[in-house]
């Protein structure tokens, strides 16, 4: 799996678009760009991924760069449940790979 | 709702007990996947199947024993646990081990053990 560098926490107003940055330099060609979350206690959620082109869906849009070294998940509209850990993560699939989180952003959302 | 159920939520087991983990997915998936989360800790895979057999075992004590009877439950069998068990459990499931590019895969809420 490719290194992913995300920073350790970010903080973002209720009602705001909460923009988190993953740099993935070393993904190699066949490798997805996957973002999870975690909120405290429960298990991780998928939210969105892609390979090449920008995706979005009813939780969020992924924006990833031309030559696909980083990537940002937007949460367009935050409320006070997206307060969570996310984790950006590449790999080709999870079936043939072991997952490894890693330490993720924490994103607090702020009333 | 993830689309896969676990229970116990919370399992409090001493040490000499034999428990069980439950874990069933209504997604269509033919690969389930056993992961323990332990404080400050990566996730660590545990057990893989596909198609209700088993495909990897990474290095676990055989205190835990899994069971796939069919391609939609799997369960994690308990026994003689000690103390530094106590995690959270997840489950996971995802259409195919060997699947396309961009296979995702779906967790569960996970149950928390605590071993006492």
């Known amino acids: 799996d490719a290194k992913t560098t995300q920073p350790p926490s970010m903080d973002c107003a209720e009602g705001r678009a909460a923009n988190l940055p993953c740099n993935h330099s070393?993904?190699?060609?066949?490798?997805?760009v996957y973002w999870y979350r975690q909120i405290h206690s429960q298990g991780p959620q998928y939210i969105i991924h892609?390979?090449?082109n920008n995706e979005t869906n009813e939780m969020a849009s992924l924006i990833i760069t031309e030559d696909r070294k980083s990537s940002t998940l937007i949460l367009p509209h935050a409320t006070l449940r997206d307060t969570a850990v996310y984790y950006c993560?590449?790999?080709?699939?999870?079936?043939?790979?072991?997952?490894?989180f890693g330490t993720g952003t924490r994103l607090t959302i702020i009333p | 709702e993830t689309g896969v159920t676990q229970t116990p939520r919370h399992l409090v087991m001493g040490m000499t007990n034999k428990k069980s983990l439950k874990c069933e997915q209504h997604?269509?998936?033919?690969?389930m996947y056993w992961y323990k989360q332990s404080a400050k800790k990566p996730l660590e895979l545990m057990f893989v199947?596909?198609?209700?057999?088993?495909?990897e075992n990474n290095s676990v004590p055989s205190r835990f024993s899994p069971e796939c009877p069919n391609s939609s439950h799997l369960f994690l069998h308990l026994h003689t646990l000690q103390p530094e068990d106590s995690a959270l459990y997840l489950c996971?499931?995802?259409?195919?081990?060997?699947?396309?590019?961009?296979?995702?895969?779906?967790f569960g809420e996970g149950s928390w053990l605590t071993v006492v």
């Open positions: 996971a499931s995802s259409q195919d081990r060997q699947g396309a590019l961009g296979n995702t895969i779906y």
């Open positions: 070393t993904i190699s060609g066949n490798e997805y």
């Open positions: 892609g390979l090449k």
């Open positions: 993560i590449a790999l080709t699939n999870f079936g043939n790979e072991k997952l490894t």
């Open positions: 997604l269509g998936h033919n690969a």
């Open positions: 199947y596909n198609f209700k057999e088993q495909t």
